[in-house]
């Protein structure tokens, strides 16, 4: 298949309850020239929900993947996207959350499944135990709310017959719903709700991810033309401009192309030829 136009002209099917289309519509029309992005409402929170009640049994590429598929068979269409998301302690300093996305595209026409994935520190995510309307009030002064919606429950870890409030975004019912579960229960546990319609700055991270996505699908193989000729890699030795020794950033990208097994390096797309002495071991140990 030509692989400039593999997806040029064909409607693509986004995967969503919760306006992700907008998201993700943009950069795919701009960048693959789909034609039209339609929305299949299947229940996404099947595969997994951030507040507790519904286990994710698949890792995230596999649950976006999954949901891509759910809406090619609901839908009937031969093109879907969905996307998974997980907030993770980031492992170089674990107080601070990294939101990882996973966008999976699923062709039914060649069969493929594109994948790609995209890390960024920029999340709003926290949550805390509340014995009191006070200690609520306290934690959520300190939250981006009410443009970042909240979640309520009885307890930090879900249980059967528990009550879940989601998508707060007034003062009057988070104080209504604070009280109820505070009498009821004497705690409280109050978090993020991390649905990306309810947490702006998860879309923006969606969308980022899908720019990104465009940009990596409408790159070509240059042996066999197929698209997503991917970035597998960062390869660390970019030389230091005082010495000459390699440094730990990357002086060159790895691609793969899925299809036909090809692998080429190619330089930074920021252009750099050598590394700041500050960055150097040698020259800065
Ligand atoms: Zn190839
Ligand atoms: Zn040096």
């Given amino acids: 298949m030509a692989g400039a136009d593999t997806f040029r002209g064909r409607p693509l099917i986004v995967a969503t309850l919760h ?13 693959l020239g789909v034609a039209e992005v339609r929305v299949a409402a299947i229940d996404t929170e099947r595969f997994g929900a951030f507040s507790g009640e519904v286990t994710r049994a698949l890792d995230p590429r596999a649950a ?18 969905a996307s998974e998301g997980s907030f993770v302690p980031y492992p170089a300093a674990p107080l601070l959350t990294l939101d990882e996305e996973w966008l999976v595209l699923v062709d ?9 994935r995209h890390a960024t520190l920029d999340a709003v995510f926290a949550g805390r135990r509340c014995e009191s309307l006070e200690a609520l009030l306290e934690f959520v002064a300190l939250q981006p709310f009410p443009e970042h919606a909240l979640v309520l429950r009885p307890r930090e870890h879900w249980r059967t017959g528990d009550g879940v409030h989601k998508g707060i975004v007034d003062r009057p019912a988070l ?55 991917r970035v ?5 030795g970019l030389p230091c401009s005082e010495c000459g020794e390699p440094t730990e950033l990357a002086r060159a990208l790895e691609r793969r192309c899925d299809p ?10 920021d252009g750099l030829r050598a590394a700041d002495a500050a960055q150097c071991g040698a020259c800065n140990p």
């Fill in 19 to 31: 306006g992700k289309e907008r998201a993700i519509g943009p950069a795919l029309r701009a960048r």
């Fill in 64 to 81: 976006a993947e999954a949901k891509a598929r759910a809406a090619l068979a609901e839908s009937g269409g031969e093109l879907a996207i």
């Fill in 108 to 116: 039914a026409r060649d069969g493929r499944a594109h994948a790609h």
């Fill in 175 to 229: 104080e209504r719903i604070g009280r109820e579960l505070l009498d009821a229960h004497g705690e409280l546990w109050v978090e993020t709700d991390l649905r990306a319609h309810c947490n702006p700055t998860r879309m923006r991270a969606i969308e980022r991810a899908a720019s990104a996505f465009a940009e990596e699908l409408a790159t070509h193989c240059p042996r066999c033309d197929a698209p997503h000729f």
């Fill in 232 to 236: 597998l890699r960062s390869l660390p």
């Fill in 260 to 269: 036909c097994g090809h692998l080429a390096e190619v330089a930074r797309p």
